[in-house]
Every structure is written in structure tokens, then in C-alpha cells.
């Protein structure tokens, strides 16, 4: 590990709100800004262009003259592959000053933003790029008269938006199959973490992106991010965030120009931890570390766990011997592994959720409360529930912050039933010693991604995404390209 003076590169760092358009920072054409905040301790990091309609038209005008005239979607693939390489290379070289504005943005640890969100995002960035010149098209068994060809095209002018939680390495997930394909792209950041997507499109024009091929335009959801749901004239929106939006996007895209609307939503994942479980320490770690890692603000977080009752006061035990480990910290000391809540709105979320559960009659075994009070920012200490019932709001509702909620089970099929009785179905995990047993409960287990033994395993190699109200398509791996491009099929006469 390194020892950065941390709170010193924040004070020289310089921070940029202006939009990105065309290849250009500008301002919002109307002036209008609204306030970057530190999620560290409040303090206000920058004035961010506050995009609306008219950044809109323009970004979206920007993207379809770069499509047009084909200056990114008719290079070579292997071109494009040394752009987003050499991109990837920059996002290394900055790799620090990325890491911090991750940070201070939205409060994580400096230790993760700079070992995984930026380590994971440019890995996402190259991955892409060295895959686009190594895929084949088809050709269909066609009779002898004819040749019929299967090619994929880029869809075109791809909207991204995406939320506050992994704010760089879900603007990665979209960027990297959708430039990589030879789109276009407009994104929009979340109002509350919008400065490493500035950060990002200025690397990738310097790395050789050409102008208004990648636009990034921060802004409020229902301005900017509504303007792109309903305009004409992008033909794709990938979204990544709540269920409640999500629908708002779907909807937005039939109420237009039925634009692709793809949709990487919210969850409720399940941890299933049976008695015969192969190794206790292991499933404890994984629960503890994975429900309060990014502060619980993980759409995949375990936040329900069932443990088998006969076990259960073991791994009780065992667990609260690990919470005090995650108390919150300084988000800029490198030893610090949970930082602070994104903003005031999700703190109050999260505390209403924790107050829910008492009133509902969960017990209440380790944190409960606000930290660091007189840091400025906003903390929460690692929160855990026993006795939690299916019917309560910690048990059914996705609280996005280091909140867990424990259940115990006599019988696996009955946990399993349990575990599907939501309306997510983005991650779940098992672990038991009986194969036979895991992989029926993995096969029973309605989720996108399920774990059997580990959680949270996770590469740049296989899709992610939600079954149900988790959304649909998936970002992560060469399925990805399914949503950023179009099949043709082209027949010849022979
Ligand atoms: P959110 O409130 O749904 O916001 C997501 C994005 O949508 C933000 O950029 C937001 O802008 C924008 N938005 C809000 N209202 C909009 C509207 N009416 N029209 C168009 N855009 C709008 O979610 P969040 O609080 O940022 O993120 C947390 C959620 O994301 C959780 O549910 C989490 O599970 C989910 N998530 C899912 C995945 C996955 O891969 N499945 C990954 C990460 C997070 P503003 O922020 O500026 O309002
Ligand atoms: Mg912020």
C-alpha cells in the first residue's frame, strides 16, 4: 500500500464541472450550475454544469454527426482498439487523481476507489478494445443461388445513465462495448458523483477519441436524464439504477422513439448458509465483507442472509466478531475500509430503514447509528439485524447502505422459496458441502448471478444483470455487445 498524502493532493486537485460536448468543456447554456459536494465531509468540491434540454440537443446532435459521417464507427476495429487501449493506459497514468475524485465524489475509501473502481474500470476500457478486432461475423447456411450474411452494426447514438454508487466503473461497463462497437455516446452521471465521467471524457479524447463521439453532460435525473429518455433521436439508452426509474426509463422509450432501453436495476440479494457449509470462517467473511463493502451501497449486496438454525448462533458469533472492522472511517486514510454515505437524502433512507426494524421487531445486535459526526460527512456504523422476518421492510426492500438483515431456516427448500419471494433477481449464493445440493439450489435460485461457496467473485468475463425487477440485458462480457449493436442480415443473389 502506498502512503499518498491523500488530503493534500485533495486541496491542489483541479476540478472541472463543466459539461462535455463535441469534444469541448463548456458551460450549460443557460448558466445554470448546481453544487458538487464531498461526500467525505461536505464540503462543496466544484459548481457542476446543470445540462437540461439544450445540452441534450446539442450532445445528441454532436453524437449523430460523429455516427454520420463515420469518423469512429468506420475505423477498423483493430483502430479502434488502439484508441481504447491507449485510453485504458491513461486512465493507469491517472490513476491517483481518478481514485480521489471517486472519493471525495461519493465517499468510498481510497483504498478501493484507486485498488478496484479505477483498477476494474480500465481493465473494463481494454478488455473491450481488445476484443472488438478478434469477433467474426456470420454467414448462414443459405441454398447455392444466394449468400446470406449476419453481420452486427452499431446502433448508433447509445444515452448512458448511471448512478452515484460505482460512478466510474459503471460508466466503464457502458463506455467500453459501447465505443468499442462503434457507437456514439451521451452520458449522463449521477448529480451526486459526476466528476469522474468529465474526467473520463477528456482522457478518451486525448487518447485519441474524436470529438463528439463520447459526450458526457452532468445534470439532474428528471432534466437531463428525462430529456434523454424521451428524445427522438438517440436510439439506445443503457440505464443503470433504481427499479422505480428504470420503469420511468422503459416507459420514456415507448412514450418516443422506442429507442433500446436496457436496464441494470436494484436487488435484494440472498445468502443462503447451510449447515453443512464447508468452511464457517469463509461464509461469515464473505456475508460480513460483501454486505458492507462500498458501504452497503452495492445493488449485488448480500443484505439478506439465511442461515440454517442450527448454526446460526455460531455464525452469530463469529460475525460480530467482524463488524467492529468495518467502522466507518476517513474516506482518504488508506486503512480505512468503509467510508462515508453518498449524501444526506440516502442517509436518511438507510436510518429510516434501521428504524423500520426495530419497530418491526428485528433485534438489533451491532451499529444502529450515525458516525463521525463532526467529520462534516455522513456515516453510518455496520448494521446488523437478527430475528428479521420475510414480511418486514428491512427484509423486502432494498436499503442500499451497511444494513443486514439475518434469517434462519429449518429447511433448504422453504429458505430457497424465501429467497425468490421478491421482486429482484440480481445475485443470490448457497454454501453447502453437497454438490448435488448446490447445484439444484443454484438451478432453483431466480438471480442473475448466483454464488455457490464465495461471494462476490466477479470479472470483466462474465455478464451481469438482473432476472425480474433487476432489469434486463446484461453489462460485463461479449453478451454486452447485444445491447449496443443491431444484426442485419444482408442476401445476395448469386
Ligand atoms: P436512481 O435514483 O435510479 O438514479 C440513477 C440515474 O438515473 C441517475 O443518473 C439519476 O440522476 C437518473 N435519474 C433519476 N431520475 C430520472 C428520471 N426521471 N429520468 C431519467 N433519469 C433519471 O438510482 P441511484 O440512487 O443513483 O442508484 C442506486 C440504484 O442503482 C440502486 O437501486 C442500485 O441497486 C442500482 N444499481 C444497479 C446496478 C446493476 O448493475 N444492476 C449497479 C449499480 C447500481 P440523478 O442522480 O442526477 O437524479
Ligand atoms: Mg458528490
Known amino acids: 500500500m502506498t502512503t499518498t498524502p491523500w488530503h493534500e493532493r485533495a486541496a491542489v486537485l483541479r476540478l472541472d464541472g463543466r459539461a462535455f460536448i463535441d469534444g ?56 479502434r482498439k488502439k484508441v481504447l487501449v491507449r485510453f485504458a493506459d491513461l486512465m493507469l497514468e491517472h490513476r491517483d487523481e481518478l481514485a480521489l475524485l471517486e472519493t471525495l465524489d461519493m465517499g468510498k475509501p481510497i483504498r478501493y476507489s484507486r485498488g478496484v473502481d479505477v483498477q476494474l474500470a480500465q481493465n473494463c476500457i481494454r478488455w473491450y478494445g481488445e476484443a472488438i478486432d ?97 428524445h427522438m433521436d438517440v436510439d439506445c439508452i443503457a440505464f443503470t439504477g433504481s427499479t422505480r426509474v428504470g420503469k420511468q426509463i422503459v416507459q420514456m422509450a415507448g412514450q418516443s422513439n422506442l429507442k433500446r432501453a436496457w436496464t441494470e436495476l436494484g436487488g435484494k440479494s440472498a445468502n443462503i448458509v447451510c449447515a453443512d457449509c464447508p468452511d464457517l470462517d469463509a461464509a461469515v467473511s464473505a456475508a460480513i465483507g460483501a454486505i458492507y463493502f462500498n458501504q452497503g451501497e452495492s445493488c449485488n449486496a448480500p443484505s439478506r442472509l439465511f442461515v440454517e438454525a442450527s448454526i446460526k448462533d455460531a455464525f452469530l458469533d463469529k460475525a460480530l466478531a467482524l463488524v467492529p472492522r468495518f467502522a466507518p472511517g476517513d474516506p482518504l486514510n488508506e486503512d480505512t475500509v468503509m467510508g462515508a454515505i453518498v449524501d444526506a437524502v440516502q442517509m436518511k433512507t438507510v436510518l429510516g430503514y434501521i428504524a423500520s426494524g426495530k419497530e418491526e421487531g428485528a433485534r438489533l445486535l451491532a451499529g444502529g447509528t450515525q458516525a463521525r459526526i463532526d467529520s462534516g460527512g455522513l456515516y453510518v456504523e455496520p448494521t446488523l439485524f437478527d430475528g428479521v422476518d420475510g414480511g418486514m421492510r428491512i427484509a423486502r426492500e432494498e436499503i442500499f447502505g451497511p444494513v443486514l438483515s439475518v434469517l434462519s431456516f429449518t429447511d433448504l427448500d422453504e429458505a430457497v422459496r424465501q429467497a425468490n419471494a421478491t421482486p429482484y433477481g440480481l445475485a443470490a449464493a448457497v454454501w453447502t458441502a453437497d454438490m448435488s445440493r448446490a447445484i439444484r439450489t443454484a438451478r432453483a435460485l431466480r438471480a442473475g448471478t448466483v454464488h455457490v461457496n464465495q461471494y462476490d467473485n466477479d470479472d470483466i468475463t462474465v455478464p451481469f444483470g438482473g432476472y425480474k425487477q433487476s432489469g434486463n440485458g446484461r453489462d460485463k462480457s461479449l453478451h454486452a455487445f447485444d445491447k449496443y449493436t443491431e444484426l442485419k442480415t444482408t442476401w445476395i443473389q448469386v
Do not use: H
Not at 450549460?28 to 440537443?57: M, N, P, Q, T
Not at 448511471?162 to 449522463?188: C, H, R, T
Not at 474526467?199 to 478518451?204: C, F, I, K, V, Y
Not at 470529438?211 to 428525462?226: C, H, K, S, T
Open 24 to 79: 469541448k468543456r463548456v458551460d450549460a447554456a443557460s448558466s445554470a450550475r448546481f453544487d458538487c459536494l464531498s461526500s467525505v465531509d461536505g464540503r462543496k468540491l466544484a459548481e457542476v454544469a446543470r445540462c437540461g434540454e439544450a445540452e441534450v440537443d446539442a450532445a445528441v446532435a454532436a453524437a449523430r454527426a460523429a455516427f454520420e459521417d463515420r469518423r469512429w464507427a468506420g475505423k477498423a476495429p483493430a483502430e
Open 134 to 230: 478478434k469477433l467474426y461475423d456470420q454467414v448462414a447456411p443459405s441454398p447455392e443461388d444466394s449468400l446470406a450474411l449476419i453481420t452486427r452494426e452499431p446502433v448508433g447514438v447509445v444515452a448512458a445513465v448511471i448512478p452515484w454508487n460505482y460512478p466510474m466503473l459503471m460508466a466503464a461497463w457502458k463506455i467500453g462495448p459501447a465505443l468499442a462497437a462503434g457507437n456514439s455516446l451521451v452520458l449522463k452521471p449521477s448529480e451526486k458523483a459526476p466528476l469522474s465521467s468529465l474526467r473520463l471524457a477528456e482522457l478518451a479524447l486525448e487518447a485519441g477519441v474524436p470529438p463528439g463521439v463520447f459526450n458526457v453532460l452532468p445534470g439532474y435525473g428528471d432534466e437531463a436524464g428525462r430529456a434523454l429518455g424521451l
